[in-house]
């Protein structure tokens, strides 16, 4: 068989100019150009128009392997994508389909047909990458399946800013949950109350944090929606309820630094004594339900019980930029990159 | 309403004669008398012929208060046992009755009807007290409930040759699984393996623990059955399989010592990467389903696929020593201080 050559048409991507050992920087980011190879058979050529970041990725670029796979410097930055369809050599795809996808940071993707979703063209790209992407879906069954809060109890929410978090947030409320959420900044807590629904947030740079804490939390915590480990995983620990549950999502806080906080104390006695379930999930295991998932959302959305949030960063040279400022706290909603039509 | 009186008559028990503030010994207990009170209404007054002494007991007596309670000294102390009963003033329970319950270390117990069990006079009261007791329902829901193994799956045991432990390999062995318990000793290894049908057994004292630990469990573990925490939970985080589970049952590393293990590392990275559910239970809210426990243990019994073992202590007086001797990793099965007839 032939090895498909490519047609010499070339076009922008971002590398890894060098796996950080502490906190990101643009410089670790290159913008670069790469030849486009012609899709095979099977295969679709995507024109990439937005692209989401997530702070899981930054796992990604630890020195330690994580579930987002060894860090490597020189190769394009992984991520997941939406754009339109120029090339198809799948007959499920047209051209001119709006997919979804493990693009990586580039304008011009080559994927396998079976590995994209075929997404609403009449959305935004933001929609498909924000709360109808994995952040979204994380969301979604990071609650209501490893959680399973139930109306009346309290949530707590870290990073509830977050691309995750803000959409917990919502879905708890759609529970009749109390839900209170910790977040980096007096703005972004003001902004959690006041236009998302939380009913309390703290800052968890506050000098009282820990009193703060518990005065947020008098019933104790039935649900606790861990994006950060470390400080708040500490002290949620000390405030659970009987039979409450933590969500272990992700853990940013141990991501952008060479020194993590060192694990939390009171393992396993608090779990004993409080009869704690505390599990970890990674999204991609409820492949096979994300329809159901989509699909309440998008109901909960239409009723406007469900307000997504994003950030938007225009040029694929602002990627870098976009991905420091996500770990550095400075975002509200999902990151999200737009690269043009 | 005229308070009850006591008959005058004295009988032995043990009281906590200090809190320990760091290893237990016999002299944190001390045999003395005390008067034993007449029965009230619905009460019934039992001669204790046995007590089990579990680890899970010292928690009861640290500086912190736990499930066990806040520790005290000069009280008698708590603890399981079976006697005969001697008065009864509750219509469902006769003279002559063997009961289980919360007798304390004592010669003569006053109890609520309401709280003892009737119990098979024709069994051992070490069969009541352990497989048929805490310590087997422990090992029946946190195996089977919390951490739910299935056929071919590798379940791994610490303390394992404890009155818990060695009754959750053989449950473990009847669900057709592949069993590697962690003990105290190379003689507790062999018996495990030679006369209670673990796979594998390891001395956590050996200089190569965490090399024999990774030989031990080739496939990864499927099921941690944690009694201990500290360093044997750090190590079997680092070796468990994609949607692991940990059943939190105790943590008597951290009990005995003024010094208890820093918590495990990797909480909660692993558990996001491996997508694994910790959880820590307490027997007691399993009470509406300890009659399915025990009618499904007692089969196994009857079958010959579970054989219950436990140490036998004589007399009030030997409480203490057997308490320490538990602790200190000396005994095999369960505790059983025997009072007389």
Redesign the interface.
């Known amino acids: 068989m032939a090895v498909a050559m490519g047609s010499g048409r070339v076009s922008d991507c971002v590398v890894v100019a060098k796996v950080p050992d502490g906190p990101l920087s643009t410089e670790h980011f290159a913008l670069q150009t790469e030849e486009v190879p012609d899709p095979g058979p099977g295969e679709v050529l995507v024109r990439v128009q937005a692209i989401t970041i997530g702070a899981g990725q930054r796992a990604g670029l630890q020195g330690s392997a ?2 987002a796979g060894a860090p490597q410097a020189g190769v394009v930055m992984g991520g997941t994508g939406a754009g339109i369809v120029e090339t198809s050599n799948s007959a499920s795809i047209s051209v001119g389909d709006i997919v979804v996808g493990r693009t990586g940071w580039r304008r011009h993707a080559v994927l396998d047909a079976n590995e994209v979703q075929v997404a609403d063209s009449a959305l935004d790209p933001a929609v498909h990458l924000g709360v109808l992407g994995n952040n979204g879906l994380t969301a979604y069954f990071g609650l209501l399946d490893v959680g399973r809060p139930e109306a009346g109890e309290t949530v707590v929410v870290s990073a509830a800013a977050g691309s995750v978090g803000h959409i917990v947030g919502q879905i708890a409320k759609a529970q009749d949950c109390r839900v209170v959420g910790v977040a980096g900044s007096d703005e972004k807590c003001a902004l959690l109350v006041d236009e998302i629904g939380f009913d309390v947030a703290i800052n968890r740079h506050s000098p009282d944090f820990r009193a703060e804490f518990r005065a947020a939390t008098p019933d104790r915590i039935n649900v606790y929606f ?1 994006n950060t ?1 470390g400080e708040i ?1 500490g002290s949620a620990l000390f405030r659970m309820a009987t039979f409450g549950r ?1 969500v ?4 940013v806080s ?1 991501y952008d630094t060479a020194n993590p906080d ?21 999204v991609f ?1 409820y492949a096979d339900r994300y329809d159901e998932a989509r699909a309440q959302m998008s109901a909960w959305i239409d009723a406007g019980s469900l307000v997504p949030r994003h950030v938007t960063y225009d040029g694929l040279e602002s990627a870098g930029r976009a991905f420091v400022d996500l770990l550095g706290g400075r975002t509200v909603g999902t990151t999200i990159v737009r690269l043009g039509d």
């Open positions: 994580s579930y861990d480990g995983l933590i272990c999502c992700g853990a141990a060192p694990s939390p104390r009171g393992i396993p006695g608090l779990l004993v004594n409080n009869q704690v379930r505390m599990q970890g999930f990674i295991s």
